[in-house]
């Protein structure tokens, strides 16, 4: 008779998150950073501005950071963030699935195993949220920075300062009558053409960001009026890639941080250019479930997504049990950093 070694295995939660993935969008950063696999740990292998590696600001090694808004990193190893999380059948749910595998009902074995296999996936899930958040902290800020119990770790990719701006006063953009969103867009773009010789054509902001757009009145929406056009969204991403030729991405997207409360992944009141292709790599290092489990008896690991280890592992030990263990280790490189302009377009 079918036991639960037989129905709770790496390989068919795998193939049900793989199933549903394919039929779900990606996040913005997966495609601006596409996943790339690498052996080993080292995060020199990481480029920055101007092909330099990735710096480490000083911190002690085993510590337990986690992103600054606590996404699940537990701890440290070497110099890449390791993420690991598991769960396990609980009593309850192998007693029931005992019972419905006796009777040979295999509607409630479905049912069941189906449960299972959902909070599986959802450990799988929240590893690309860690990633999404380190992209869109890359995308934001230049820098990414974990956080947790008075330790931090800064990974500084030397973004150029000269390709940061903060707009002051009435050119901030919340200013509806005084602000020149059309030419700072236009002007951005021109320096980093001038810096780099490729100009910017898409930019990413959020909703909140977007909508001093949409109020402005100094020059979208007189363009608006001179062209007759009406005032609506459309119309302004028309005005404003017609004058700058930037195509403007909103981004609003969310997760649910460690407090259960919603949390963007792209910050308020912040601009960001950058060129059409992608910007660098989602780089996955070797997980030690990768390195030392593939060939156990009692463990069965499978990976995911490029570089996720999903892991069952078998306790025969009493209480009879699996447990399902995700873990991922891995950065962002930013290779096309010197092609990014970031700008903050309100502050309080």
Known sequence: MATIFDYVTAKEIAAYWIEGASNRIPYLGATLFPGKKQLGLELSWLKGSKGLPVSLKP???????????????????TEMPFFREAMMITEKDRQNL?????????????????????????????AEVV?????MQLLSTGKI?????????????????DHLETLENTAMWSDPDDSTP???????????????????????????????????????????TNLKLLPTEANVRRVIEEFTQVQIAVYSKKYKNAAGSAAQFFPDNVFTLFPVGTLGSSVFGTTPEESDLMTSANADVQIVNTGVALTSLKKVEIPVNVETVVSMIGLPSFEGIDTVFIATVHTD
């Open 59 to 77: 911190s002690a090694f085993d510590t337990k950071p986690t992103l600054r808004d606590r996404i699940g990193f537990d701890r440290l190893v």
């Open 98 to 126: 005992n019972n419905v595998i006796a009777s040979g009902n295999e509607k409630a074995i479905e049912m069941i195993v189906r449960n299972i296999y959902d909070d599986a996936a959802g450990l799988i899930d929240s």
């Open 131 to 135: 990633f999404e958040r380190m992209r």
């Open 145 to 161: 920075a974990i956080t947790e119990n008075g330790n931090a770790l800064d990974y500084d990719y030397q973004f150029d300062s």
């Open 182 to 224: 059309i030419q700072d867009i236009i002007d951005w773009a021109t320096t980093i053409e001038d810096d780099t010789g490729v100009r910017p054509t898409r930019a990413i902001c959020s909703r909140a960001t977007f909508q001093y757009l949409l109020s402005n009145t100094k020059e979208i929406q007189t363009h608006i």
